[in-house]
């Protein structure tokens, strides 16, 4: 099919890769975006080389090279002595293996790469201060109903409107939120505010009791990103700005590493975020006729595999194709649904169990969980040397 008229519900990470893929394809794409003004919260996002091949492709490359960091590898490490319990390497081996490097970028930047490519290709498809609240389909169109009482018509409907998405509660109905047991806390530090030989140009998981926490370097370097999971029995909000007293965060930390305390220490003490981390549990059917989910709307994971981002880029790509080679809207997302269920269902179940592998209390328990797991060579099967791009259809 050609020049197939798309609505995108949601303009973050998701939506955004799947309208340059879907223009690219010769569509026609219209995004419909609740906020009104384009931009990111969060902070720091892992792109390894199943997604970073789908930006490649959308002629991103030199603009991921000026802002974001390649690490020289990704380190697993216990929380108090610092003993490195596992590693992967990252930097030239990444992308020998795997086609493209792994990036570390600030979330920001990402979303702002995404958006100059979508306007470049048109720049007046995206439409702000505008929720999709629903939508109605019929045989040979469907309508999407806006939060003002608008509708807009098209051939096919995408929910990129994440977790809490308007069109999954169309389609799929009601599905339970698990909090999982597990808060995050985020912040990020200036490099000049640390000391300088906090860390090296690499990625880590301190792994500690009932507790972890990431590490990596954003922005060339210059700006360090943390984000730790404690184990908590108390549910809260499942939002990435609520704000906590840093006593709170420094009390989460109590024993770990002198470096660990060194970052908490250095950190802005007005800017500490913590928010619930919730699960659903994968559904295998998340389209309709003419309507569809992409990214955390279809399939919400846990951070642990550092995959969220990576697999709504994949989802894009892969309709993409889906839509260039069907005979018909229904067809395309058979095919799409198809070919993504297994995966994004693997990559939300494995996210899950990482948490207690990264969680174990006894050191000794953990060193032999993480030699017999061979996280390296188990990612490199089947996660990173997936492509979006080429993977055959069925």
Request: hydrophobic share 40%; with cysteine; charged share 20%.
């Amino acid at each position: 099919m050609n020049k197939v008229d798309v609505i995108i519900a949601g303009a973050g990470l998701g939506g955004l890769a799947a309208a340059a893929s879907l223009m690219r394809k010769g569509c026609k794409v219209r995004i419909f975006e609740q906020a009104s003004q384009l931009g990111e919260i969060g902070a720091g996002v892992q792109q390894s080389a199943n997604s970073a091949k789908v930006l490649y492709d959308l002629g991103l490359r030199e603009a991921l090279e000026r802002v974001s960091v390649k690490p020289q590898s990704y380190e697993f490490r216990r929380y108090d002595t610092g003993e490195l319990m596992h590693a992967i390497p990252f930097a030239g081996a990444h992308e020998r293996q795997h086609g493209a490097p792994y990036y570390h970028i600030h979330r920001a930047d990402l979303h702002r790469i995404l958006v100059d490519c979508v306007l470049a290709l048109d720049p007046n498809c995206i439409t702000l201060g505008a929720r999709v609240t629903g939508y109605s389909e019929t045989a040979d169109k469907v309508t999407a109903t806006l939060a003002d009482g608008s509708t807009v018509s098209g051939d096919l409907l995408i929910g990129a409107d994440g977790i809490r998405s308007a069109i999954r509660s169309q389609i799929v109905g009601e599905t339970p939120v698990n909090y999982t047991g597990y808060v995050a806390w985020r912040l990020t530090v200036p490099r000049s505010q640390l000391p300088s030989d906090i860390m090296d140009i690499v990625g880590q998981v301190w792994c500690g009791p009932k507790n972890h926490c990431v590490i990596y370097w954003l922005r060339g370097g210059e700006l360090l990103n943390w984000v730790g999971c404690p184990e908590r029995s108390a549910w809260e909000e499942e939002s990435w700005t609520q704000s906590r007293p840093w006593e709170e965060l420094k009390a989460n930390y109590v024993g770990w590493h002198p470096k660990i305390q060194a970052i908490l220490d250095a950190a802005n003490k007005n800017e500490c975020y913590r928010w619930a981390l919730n699960n659903r549990k994968p559904v295998r059917n998340w389209s309709t006729a003419r309507a569809t989910l992409l990214g955390d709307a279809a399939h919400p994971t846990l951070p642990f595999l550092a995959q969220g981002a990576c697999i709504a880029i994949e989802d894009g790509a892969v309709l993409a194709r889906a839509v260039e080679g069907a005979g018909s809207v229904t067809e395309a997302l058979e095919i799409y649904q198809r070919n993504r269920v297994d995966r994004t269902s693997r990559v939300v179940t494995e996210s899950t169990e990482h948490g207690g592998l990264y969680h174990m209390v006894d050191a000794e328990q953990m060193r032999r969980a993480f030699h017999e797991r061979n996280i390296a060579k188990e990612r490199a099967e089947w996660l990173y040397n997936y492509d979006p791009l080429t993977v055959p259809l069925v």
